[in-house]
């Protein structure tokens, strides 16, 4: 069955960077785009940006293009997003997600999300 | 960006009841939107895409329907295990976006 684990919670010091990771299992790594999606305490969802795990070809939200870098290792079927410069504001659950069967930015699998706390 | 806009944002219902959720675009959107189910301790569920088509593994008593902008998710003969958060989101248009959600709770 296809599974999106993630890496453990983070708490980092603002200004810092934190990657966090999601590691696929129970599908072919490379047949299906990785997004990204940042939840707030108590509000709603923003995508990201994907990434193509084949081509290592990436796609940002404008909002999140100097904040997130998305990366791949295929060798451990392993996707990865760097959040850099890190303020309050980069507090929030984040989800790696499995692009649909379909086509069009809707995701099939979620992973169980990761919360990242920035404080001092 | 695509708004989405979720009514209501609270819903209280009884086991057994139908319930509606209603979820608008604030441009059309076709029919590129899907639904997603959020509990406590447990991956995000994919219910519906397309607008109507069922995820396999989607109970049928969910029912998506709608187009353009108006959009509603159904859910026939509740279940205690759909009181939930349940999200809209459109993928018609760059950058997908999603409604503020809609928490389901037991009257």
């Known amino acids: 069955q296809v599974n999106l684990l993630q890496s453990r919670a983070a708490l980092v010091k603002p200004g810092a960077s934190v990657k966090l990771s999601c590691k696929a299992s129970g599908y072919t790594f490379t047949d299906y785009y990785i997004h990204w999606v940042k939840q707030s305490h108590g509000k709603s969802l923003e995508w990201i940006g994907y990434i193509n795990p084949n081509s290592g070809y990436t796609n940002y939200n404008e909002k999140f293009k100097s904040k997130a870098t998305l990366t791949v290792d295929k060798s451990t079927n392993t996707a990865y997003m760097e959040l850099s410069r890190l303020t309050s504001e980069d507090s929030a659950t984040y989800y790696c997600?499995?692009?649909?069967?379909?086509?069009?930015?809707?995701?099939?699998?979620w992973g169980q999300g990761v919360m990242v706390t920035v404080s001092s | 960006d695509v708004q989405m806009t979720q009514s209501p944002s609270y819903l209280a219902a009884s086991p057994g009841e139908s319930v509606s959720i209603s979820c608008k675009a604030s441009?059309?959107?076709?029919?590129?939107l899907a639904w997603y189910q959020e509990k406590p301790g447990k991956a995000n569920k994919l219910l519906i895409h397309?607008?109507?088509t069922l995820q396999s593994g989607t109970p049928s008593r969910f029912s998506g329907s709608g187009s353009g902008t108006d959009f509603t998710l159904t859910i026939r003969s509740l279940e205690f295990e759909d009181f939930a958060v349940y999200y809209c989101?459109?993928?018609?248009?760059?950058?997908?976006?999603f409604g503020g959600g809609t928490k389901l709770e037991l009257k």
């Open positions: 989101q459109q993928y018609n248009e760059y950058p997908p976006t």
């Open positions: 997600t499995r692009e649909g069967d379909y086509g069009g930015y809707y995701f099939d699998y």
């Open positions: 397309s607008g109507s």
């Open positions: 441009k059309s959107i076709s029919n590129n």
